[in-house]
Every structure is written in structure tokens, then in C-alpha cells.
């Protein structure tokens, strides 16, 4: 696979948490009783479901959820000429590391980044002894940790580095740990895929203990195809937001999203109003002065002296130049900078 094609299936998980996380913090603001425990046991409610996803993918299509959506599978680290099948799942011991790699490390590093931020929190407002051991030890710690940090992303840099050169058959140090690389499907894959899909099971007679396994895990496979459809489809529902907010589309965003020009007032007569309107925008249409106490009428738009509009509006109830139906109360004070 290209590393565009690897990064972008690394990356795709990546956008999922923070839209669900979106998701249940506003159900948990809404009915804080009723979903609040969501909010608080976030973490561990999504590594669940991860858990679940990424087993489903594994066993059936020998690649997680993201790289079997972008047509990825897994196999062993090896000089095989053929490759098995993505049906024929991965060894048990890849398979488990592959597993573990997939949901305990992003889920581990993720509590450890919320309890640097909450160290450093804590250590603004800190009330323990300058000199106690406590103190000393997350001191050292949150000031290690930034060092830590980058050593951990120079390592997937530097192996991306040598996949686009060619020195190494793993874009990322966590597929060489559970000592499988990514390869495309084929289409005896897809094939075989297709085939595992619309099988059915056959109707021999089996044990209650084997009916309830089989019924259990038909359950948890239905699940784990619901969650894993509703993700598809909302993958590219993602996408177009991420297109739709990047701040390199936006100016083709606000030609698509801009109000219409309003149309000229209907009963302006624009050689009339010509001759009423001054040409230096500074100027007063009906003292014809420099303005003071800019006012403009919400009915028209058009700005005048407070002391000209109050006067001329409170006799003819209307604009002077489009005449418009006005009020005192559609008279706006303007404030600038200047004043």
C-alpha cells in the first residue's frame, strides 16, 4: 500500500472518537441524570465498543475496521509467496497482539495525556510543600514527559520515513511489535469475503451449550455490523465536514453560503435620489453638512444628523430620500471609533 493510502486508514479512527465524544457530551449537558454517566465513563465505554469492532474485523477480515475499509488486510511477517486468504484469519499470536496494539495502546496513551494535563493544572495551583517528594516526582515527571512524547512520534516518523523509501515493510512501529504488514486484498479476498457474507450456517442438530455460543456470538457479530455499517456510512458524512470547515475552502464556502444582493428600494426614484444624495458619504443628505450624531433609519438604511432625522421623521413620518414609512423608534444611533 502507498502511504497515503496507510496514513489515511491510521487517521480514520482518529476522527471517530472526537465526533462521538461531540455526540454524548451534548446528550450529557441535555439530560445530565439520564446520560451523564456516559460522559463520565467515556473512555472505557469506547474501548469496549473499539474492543468489539476491532475483534469482528480481525477474525473475519484479518484487518481492522480502517483498513478493511480501505481495502487493507493483514498478514504474518514472512517470506510466503502466497498469501492466505483475509477469511483464513491471522495466527492466534498475531492476531492478540494486533488486537491489544489496536485498542490498549491508543486507549492507555489517552489517559496518560488527560493525567499530564491534569498534573500541570494541578501544579498551577498547587498547595504541596515546595520540598516535598510528591512535588518533586510529578515535577519531574510532567517535565520528562514533552521529551517522551517526542521520542514516541520521532519513532512513527522515522518508520514512515523508511517505508516511503523502501527500507521497511511497516509504516507504523505498531504493526513490526505485532509482527504482521499490510498488503491489499486481492480478488480471491474480496471473493472469499463476499462468499463468508451470505453463508449460512448448516442446520445440523448441536447442543444447548453450542446453540447459546452460537446465538451469543451472532449477537455480538450483529452488533459489532451495525456499529461498523453506522461508521462507514458516517465516515464520509465526516469527511465532507472536514472538507466544509477546512480554512482552505472557504472562500468557495462563502460564495456558496452569501446572501443575495437586496434589491433597490421599490419606490426610489434614482434621479431624485441622485440629486438628494451627496457625494461625500460623510455628509448629511438634509443639512447637507458634515454629519453629527451619525443616525441611520432602519427602514431604508440611509444615515443622516440625529438632529435632522428626528426632526424631518417626527413632521412626515417617512425616509427623506426613499420615502419609506418611519417611526422615531426606527432611528439608529451609530457609534465609530472616532466618537
Same mark, same amino acid.
Given at each position: 500500500?502507498?502511504?497515503?493510502?496507510?496514513?489515511?486508514?491510521?487517521?480514520?479512527?482518529?476522527?471517530?472518537?472526537?465526533?462521538?465524544?461531540?455526540?454524548?457530551?451534548?446528550?450529557?449537558?441535555?439530560?445530565?441524570?439520564?446520560?451523564?454517566?456516559?460522559?463520565?465513563?467515556?473512555?472505557?465505554?469506547?474501548?469496549?465498543?473499539?474492543?468489539?469492532?476491532?475483534?469482528?474485523?480481525?477474525?473475519?477480515?484479518?484487518?481492522?475496521?480502517?483498513?478493511?475499509?480501505?481495502?487493507?488486510?493483514?498478514?504474518?511477517?514472512?517470506?510466503?509467496?502466497?498469501?492466505?486468504?483475509?477469511?483464513?484469519?491471522?495466527?492466534?499470536?498475531?492476531?492478540?497482539?494486533?488486537?491489544?496494539?489496536?485498542?490498549?495502546?491508543?486507549?492507555?496513551?489517552?489517559?496518560?495525556?488527560?493525567?499530564?494535563?491534569?498534573?500541570?493544572?494541578?501544579?498551577?495551583?498547587?498547595?504541596?510543600?515546595?520540598?516535598?517528594?510528591?512535588?518533586?516526582?510529578?515535577?519531574?515527571?510532567?517535565?520528562?514527559?514533552?521529551?517522551?512524547?517526542?521520542?514516541?512520534?520521532?519513532?512513527?516518523?522515522?518508520?514512515?520515513?523508511?517505508?516511503?523509501?523502501?527500507?521497511?515493510?511497516?509504516?507504523?512501529?505498531?504493526?513490526?511489535?505485532?509482527?504482521?504488514?499490510? *498488503?491489499? &486484498?486481492?480478488? +480471491?479476498?474480496?471473493? #472469499? /469475503?463476499?462468499? =463468508? !457474507?451470505?453463508?449460512?450456517?448448516?442446520?445440523?442438530?448441536?447442543?444447548?451449550?453450542?446453540?447459546?455460543?452460537?446465538?451469543?456470538?451472532?449477537?455480538?457479530?450483529?452488533?459489532?455490523?451495525?456499529?461498523?455499517?453506522?461508521?462507514?456510512?458516517?465516515?464520509?458524512?465526516?469527511?465532507?465536514?472536514?472538507?466544509?470547515?477546512?480554512?482552505?475552502?472557504?472562500?468557495?464556502?462563502?460564495?456558496?453560503?452569501?446572501?443575495?444582493?437586496?434589491?433597490?428600494? *421599490?419606490? &426610489?426614484?434614482? +434621479?431624485?435620489?441622485? #440629486? /438628494?444624495?451627496? =457625494? !461625500?458619504?460623510?455628509?448629511?443628505?438634509?443639512?447637507?453638512?458634515?454629519?453629527?450624531?451619525?443616525?441611520?433609519?432602519?427602514?431604508?438604511?440611509?444615515?443622516?444628523?440625529?438632529?435632522?432625522?428626528?426632526?424631518?421623521?417626527?413632521?412626515?413620518?417617512?425616509?427623506?430620500?426613499?420615502?419609506?414609512?418611519?417611526?422615531?423608534?426606527?432611528?439608529?444611533?451609530?457609534?465609530?471609533?472616532?466618537?
Amino acid at each position: 500500500p502507498s502511504i497515503f493510502e496507510a496514513v489515511a486508514q491510521d487517521s480514520l479512527m482518529a476522527a471517530v472518537k472526537p465526533a462521538l465524544q461531540h455526540l454524548v457530551k451534548v446528550l450529557a449537558e441535555s439530560n445530565p441524570d439520564r446520560y451523564g454517566f456516559l460522559w463520565h465513563w467515556f473512555d472505557e465505554i469506547y474501548v469496549l465498543l473499539d474492543l468489539l469492532l476491532q475483534q469482528h474485523y480481525l477474525a473475519r477480515c484479518s484487518a481492522s475496521f480502517s483498513e478493511n475499509f480501505y481495502s487493507l488486510k493483514r498478514i504474518p511477517i514472512g517470506d510466503c509467496r502466497q498469501q492466505p486468504l483475509a477469511t483464513a484469519g491471522l495466527p492466534k499470536r498475531q492476531h492478540w497482539k494486533s488486537l491489544l496494539l489496536l485498542v490498549l495502546v491508543p486507549y492507555l496513551r489517552g489517559k496518560l495525556e488527560k493525567l499530564v494535563c491534569s498534573l500541570r493544572e494541578e501544579d498551577e495551583y498547587s498547595i504541596h510543600p515546595p520540598s516535598s517528594s510528591w512535588k518533586r516526582f510529578y515535577r519531574a515527571f510532567l517535565a520528562a514527559y514533552p521529551f517522551v512524547n517526542m521520542t514516541w512520534e520521532g519513532w512513527f516518523l522515522i518508520q514512515q520515513l523508511c517505508y516511503i523509501l523502501g527500507k521497511a515493510q511497516h509504516h507504523s512501529p505498531m504493526l513490526r511489535l505485532a509482527g504482521v504488514r499490510l *498488503v491489499r &486484498l486481492t480478488a +480471491e479476498d474480496i471473493q #472469499a /469475503l463476499e462468499k =463468508k !457474507l451470505v453463508g449460512t450456517t448448516s442446520s445440523e442438530t448441536r447442543s444447548i451449550k453450542t446453540q447459546v455460543q452460537s446465538a451469543v456470538r451472532k449477537a455480538l457479530g450483529g452488533i459489532a455490523f451495525c456499529l461498523s455499517t453506522g461508521l462507514s456510512i458516517s465516515m464520509f458524512f465526516l469527511q465532507f465536514l472536514d472538507w466544509w470547515y477546512s480554512s482552505e475552502n472557504q472562500e468557495t464556502i462563502k460564495s456558496l453560503t452569501a446572501l443575495p444582493t437586496p434589491p433597490p428600494p *421599490v419606490h &426610489l426614484d434614482h +434621479e431624485a435620489s441622485s #440629486a /438628494l444624495l451627496p =457625494k !461625500l458619504k460623510t455628509v448629511c443628505p438634509l443639512c447637507r453638512k458634515i454629519r453629527v450624531n451619525a443616525t441611520a433609519l432602519s427602514t431604508s438604511g440611509f444615515v443622516f444628523c440625529y438632529r435632522c432625522a428626528y426632526n424631518y421623521v417626527k413632521t412626515h413620518q417617512r425616509c427623506p430620500i426613499t420615502g419609506y414609512a418611519t417611526e422615531l423608534q426606527h432611528l439608529v444611533k451609530l457609534y465609530s471609533p472616532e466618537s
